[in-house]
């Protein structure tokens, strides 16, 4: 059983490049989640989905895209890296809301 | 809208004492989940405990605690005779409902740092 899986774990993107983080869940939950943290400022949500094709902006949503077309993977899409989104980034999937998170070990982005 | 606030920033401590570690939340539900995170130097999110907003029974496990109040809105923390591998970064965190709203939302995180 993974749980949730991220990758990469490390990646250096110069301003204006694109990546796509990956989420791949394998407990079929239907609540997938993804965060931030900046350092002092805990996690912030970005982008959340209650299951395969519903997703909605979080906190922090500008700069970034989501899509959820299965259930087991929800990634994460940087269209025009920007230094701001120097950051860790967590995804997350739930059940239930409230009945628990499982969080994937993080991807730590640095924008040059 | 739900918040969590974790007033204190960074904790010091000499190894062997305790410390407690405080959170106080605000929602408008009157179903809701309280959490603590642990967060290592390695950097992954460690689940420790889940509370629903109709038990506040005080729970304890091992050298670790929680205060759960209602009445003060408070989630608090404390870590008896703390030891060098308690050093971490503690996040406290709220949800709603088990609904479309389940959104976790985090505290800023205490830095604990015990000294031998």
């Known amino acids: 059983n993974a749980g949730v899986t991220q990758t990469p774990k490390f990646r250096i993107l110069k301003i204006g490049q694109s990546m796509t983080l990956q989420c791949t869940q394998d407990?079929?939950?239907?609540?997938m989640y993804w965060y931030r943290q900046d350092p002092g400022m805990g996690l912030k949500l970005i982008y959340y989905s209650v299951g395969a094709g519903i997703t909605d902006k979080g906190e922090v949503p500008n700069g970034y895209n989501v899509s959820r077309s299965t259930t087991e993977d929800f990634p994460l899409r940087l269209e025009l890296a920007a230094p701001s989104q120097t950051s860790v980034y967590f995804c997350?999937?739930?059940?239930?809301?409230?009945?628990?998170?499982?969080f994937g070990s993080g991807t730590r982005l640095t924008i040059v | 809208a739900q918040k969590v606030t974790q007033a204190q920033t960074e904790i010091s401590v000499v190894e062997k004492e305790d410390v407690t570690l405080d959170c106080v939340y605000e929602?408008?539900?009157?179903?809701?989940?309280l959490f603590w995170y642990k967060q290592p130097p390695s950097g992954e999110l460690v689940f420790l405990i889940r509370r629903n907003s109709f038990d506040e029974q005080n729970e304890i496990s091992g050298r670790y605690s929680w205060n759960f109040q209602k009445s003060t809105s408070s989630f608090n923390f404390t870590i008896t005779a703390s030891q060098v591998v308690d050093s971490a970064v503690y996040f406290c965190?709220?949800?709603?409902?088990?609904?479309?709203?389940?959104?976790?939302?985090f505290g800023k995180g205490i830095t604990l740092s015990v000294r031998p």
């Open positions: 929602t408008r539900d009157t179903t809701y989940y």
């Open positions: 965190a709220l949800s709603e409902s088990r609904g479309a709203n389940s959104k976790l939302t």
């Open positions: 407990m079929n939950h239907n609540y």
């Open positions: 997350a999937s739930s059940y239930s809301g409230g009945l628990g998170y499982t």
